[in-house]
Structure formats: C-alpha cells, structure tokens
C-alpha cells in the first residue's frame, strides 16, 4: 500500500474485489470496469425483467439490463450516481432511467457496497423490490398493483444464483441473452 492511499481509494478497491467475487457467484452479472481503481462500471444483468416502450405499448419482458454506476470524488461519503440505460418499466425507475433507492437515495449509507447496491438494482428489475406508492414512475406504479398478467419477481433468481444451485432448477435457469451495442461518451459498450 502507497504512502498516499486515501480511505476513498481503499474503499474503491475493495469495492472492485467485492464486484469481482460476485460475479464469480452470478450468472446473472457481468460488468465493465473503468479507472485505476474503477470508478464508473457498466453493470449488465441477464435475466428477466419489464420494459415498456410508451405508455401505447403494451408492458414485455426483456432479458438484458444495463446500468451505469459513477463513484464520484465524494464515495463513499455521497451515494453513486446510477443511470439506467436500457429500457425499464418500473415504479422507482424514472423513464429517463434515474433510479429511487427509496430511503438510500436521501439517507446514503457508506457503508453499503457495490455487491449489495447491484443485488437491490436485480431486484428491482426483477420486480422483487418495488414500491408503487412512493413512485417515480407514477404510470408503473398504478399498473404494477393493477395488473395481472405477470407474477412477481418475474425471475426468480437472486443474484447470487450460482451460490445457491442447490435450491432445484428454477434457481439455476439461465434466460437467453442478448447482444446490444450502447454508445455512451467514452465509446461503444456491449
């Protein structure tokens, strides 16, 4: 460890080895790290979730998930700044993708790491972890507590599925996948 290590810069790269070992226990996740230590990671997620182009069509299932994570000079005193980039229909998920943490997104906890943000960031496009009445997407919210047609979660694997394959094959069913190019402003991204 250099003279100069920083709290921030131990915290980054702890975050970087915890993110590392949670994809070794995902099928789910995978992810792009960028920075020495990472401060901005393009985290993707293969399984089922919701998504709805407007509100004339009707709401589908997706297979593939994108969320940028920006630890900025403030982390981990400030909460990441989380971007969802691919299409999502959620309560607590703007239509421009800005993402409500509920009480984390006022009430930041350092202590909380990238493992545990990107298990609630599963869950909710999962729909495990959703609150209509407190929503940021106010058309999801009304049609999440009205509809029928989809149980929640609509995929029932944690995010550390592999570490739990075990518990019969509806935890160790992998949906397909997709390839989907983003471009974003430090290039391309699959």
Not at 31 to 50: H, M, S
Not at 67 to 78: A, F, M, N, T
Request: hydrophobic share 35%.
């Amino acid at each position: 460890m250099a003279a100069f290590d920083t709290p921030r810069l131990r915290r980054l790269r702890a975050d970087a080895e915890a993110l590392a070992r949670l994809k070794g226990q995902s099928s789910i996740l995978d992810y792009q790290a960028f920075g020495d230590p990472p401060e901005r990671y393009l985290i993707t997620f293969k399984g089922r979730g919701l998504v709805r182009a407007d509100e004339s069509e009707p709401v589908r299932t997706a297979d593939v998930h994108r969320v940028e994570v920006r630890l900025g000079g403030d982390y981990p005193r400030s909460r990441p700044d989380l971007q969802w980039l691919t299409r999502v229909y959620h309560p607590n998920i703007s239509a421009v993708g800005a993402v409500c943490l509920g009480g984390y997104s006022t009430h930041w906890v350092p202590s909380l790491g990238l493992p545990e943000l990107c298990e609630m960031l599963w869950d909710m496009a999962r729909y495990a972890n959703f609150d209509p009445k407190s929503a940021y997407n106010y058309a999801a919210g009304r049609w999440s507590e009205a509809q029928a047609e989809f149980g929640f979660p609509v995929d029932p694997r944690g995010l550390r599925d592999r570490a739990s394959r075990s518990a019969g094959p509806a935890a160790s069913a992998e949906p397909p996948g997709e390839d989907i190019l983003i471009i974003g402003d430090d290039g391309p991204f699959r």
